[in-house]
T-cell receptor, first 110, second 116 residues
């Protein structure tokens, strides 16, 4: 069963706005990853943050991790229509398996 | 270079039929994973191979599910006597590392299985 929760479940924004997505988890983790999935396609890895890191940047993406609150956030700045997709957070813990949340559907209106 | 490929992309099976889903990982990747993704949900772990050894099959939902990777490259996920609840997208992923937990995984496009 899935042990991560993302919120909101769905997000609709205008092109150029920032999108913030949140993720919570229940167990201790080695790292937390964010993936993107376009309709009908496989998952694409976006960014990985290790448990001893607090913030990481990659292009227009910014990820934060708060292990005391067991939560992470993904910020996409200056969103584009091409960012429309489902976003999943996933974490690995002691059992090394990658555990995904249910995902957030992001719609960016042109 | 070539990514992870899966075939077929779509499969319709009548309830009770057996199906075989194929995964070609990225060349040289030692770790290979299968996931099941139900509609509107995130992927759920099924099984993991390191080279040809199946090290974890704890996510396989029943003994009707069987996976193999006999030569440490291509993998096949077989589902016997399919049932409607098996309808899902089956994703394959690979990683170049044995210590896969510390790194990203590379996913294929998936096989959408519909059991009627």
């Amino acid at each position: 069963s899935q042990q991560g929760e993302e919120d909101p479940q769905a997000l609709s924004i205008q092109e150029g706005e920032n999108a913030t997505m949140n993720c919570s988890y229940k167990t201790s983790i080695n790292n937390l990853q964010w993936y993107r999935q376009n309709s009908g396609r496989g998952l694409v890895h976006l960014i990985l943050i290790r448990s001893n890191e607090r913030e990481k940047h990659s292009g227009r993406l910014r990820v934060t991790l708060d292990t005391s609150k067991k939560s992470s956030s993904l910020l996409i700045t200056a969103s584009r229509a091409a960012d429309t997709a489902s976003y999943f957070c996933a974490h690995t813990g002691a059992n090394s398996k990658l555990t995904f949340g249910k995902g957030i559907t992001l719609s960016v209106r042109p | 270079g070539a990514g992870v490929s899966q075939s077929p992309r779509y499969k319709v099976a009548k309830r009770g039929q057996d199906v075989a889903l194929r995964c070609d990982p990225i060349s040289g990747h030692v770790s290979l994973f299968w996931y099941q993704q139900a509609l509107g949900q995130g992927p759920e772990f099924l099984t993991y191979f390191q080279n040809e050894a199946q090290l974890d099959k704890s996510g396989l939902p029943s003994d009707r599910f069987f996976a193999e990777r006999p030569e440490g490259s291509v993998s096949t996920l077989k589902i016997q006597r399919t049932q409607q609840e098996d309808s899902a997208v089956y994703l394959c992923a690979s990683s170049p590392f044995r210590d896969f937990a510390s790194y990203e995984q590379y996913f294929g496009p998936g096989t959408r299985l519909t059991v009627t």
